[in-house]
């Protein structure tokens, strides 16, 4: 049964770092491409990055760039995203999602929120 | 890629066919999902490929179209179908999503 299991969201301030994780399971977490997608409040859903199996290539949504990266430990079956210079609108619930298909389930997901 | 989703919310009947529409702003082929999300709930996909049915979706949902425009259709709507659905593209990075469908029941 395949799991994904986020972490590390919390509440930090404007220009504050954080770390999320997202520990997988029950697939050959080398195999697939893997990505972050996010819902801020009241709002749709946001694509947010990804990272591809084969060669760990990574793309970002244009809001992010240069303030986040994405990073796997294949050995850990593990999917990161180091968050830096946080911004308010970067608050949401964020979701680690398989494959190049945004495949299912989702995990839970894990919550950001960006204030003073 | 921009993605636009109509309409944007929507009250429907019980039984009544509920179309939605998603429109790339370049070719996508058939590289398109659909996911419905409940409220206070993880989204789930309907729909892959275009048209390709999720196992253990209800068969009254259905997608077609390719290149730039695209359809979700419900056949005949159900109570438990009141949710927000969107559809996204992963043609190409970054991937992007509709601005959602919300559906209600009148």
């Given at each position: 049964?395949?799991?994904?299991?986020?972490?590390?969201?919390?509440?930090v301030q404007?220009g504050g770092s954080l770390r999320?994780?997202?520990?997988?399971?029950?697939?050959?977490?080398?195999?697939?491409?893997?990505?972050?997608?996010?819902?801020?409040?009241?709002?749709?859903?946001?694509?947010?990055?990804?990272?591809?199996?084969?060669?760990?290539?990574?793309?970002?949504?244009?809001?992010?760039?240069?303030r986040f990266?994405?990073?796997?430990?294949?050995?850990?079956?593990?999917?990161?995203?180091q968050m830096k210079n946080l911004?308010?609108?970067?608050?949401?619930?964020?979701?680690?999602?398989?494959?190049?298909?945004?495949?299912?389930?989702?995990?839970?997901?894990?919550?950001?929120?960006?204030?003073? | 890629?921009?993605?636009?989703?109509?309409?944007?919310?929507?009250?429907?009947?019980?039984?009544?066919?509920?179309?939605?529409?998603?429109?790339?702003?370049?070719?996508?082929?058939?590289?398109?999902?659909?996911?419905?999300?409940?409220?206070?709930?993880?989204?789930?996909?309907?729909?892959?490929?275009?048209?390709?049915?999720?196992?253990?979706?209800?068969?009254?949902?259905?997608?077609?179209?390719?290149?730039?425009?695209?359809?979700?259709?419900?056949?005949?709507?159900?109570?438990?179908?009141?949710?927000?659905?969107?559809?996204?593209?992963?043609?190409?990075?970054?991937?992007?999503?509709?601005?959602?469908?919300?559906?209600?029941?009148?």
């Amino acid at each position: 049964e395949v799991q994904l299991l986020e972490s590390g969201g919390g509440l930090v301030q404007p220009g504050g770092s954080l770390r999320l994780s997202c520990a997988a399971s029950g697939f050959t977490f080398s195999d697939h491409a893997m990505n972050w997608v996010r819902q801020a409040p009241g709002k749709g859903l946001e694509w947010v990055s990804a990272i591809t199996s084969l060669d760990s290539s990574t793309f970002y949504t244009d809001s992010v760039k240069g303030r986040f990266t994405i990073s796997r430990d294949n050995s850990k079956s593990t999917l990161y995203l180091q968050m830096k210079n946080l911004k308010a609108e970067d608050t949401a619930v964020y979701y680690c999602v398989k494959g190049q298909w945004l495949d299912p389930p989702w995990g839970q997901g894990t919550r950001v929120t960006v204030s003073s | 890629i921009q993605m636009t989703q109509s309409p944007s919310a929507m009250s429907a009947s019980v039984g009544d066919r509920v179309t939605i529409t998603c429109r790339a702003s370049q070719d996508i082929s058939g590289f398109l999902t659909w996911f419905q999300q409940k409220p206070g709930k993880v989204p789930k996909r309907l729909i892959y490929a275009a048209s390709s049915l999720q196992s253990e979706v209800p068969s009254r949902f259905s997608g077609s179209g390719s290149g730039t425009e695209f359809t979700l259709t419900i056949s005949s709507l159900q109570p438990e179908d009141l949710a927000t659905y969107y559809c996204v593209q992963h043609h190409t990075y970054p991937f992007t999503f509709g601005g959602g469908t919300k559906v209600e029941i009148k």
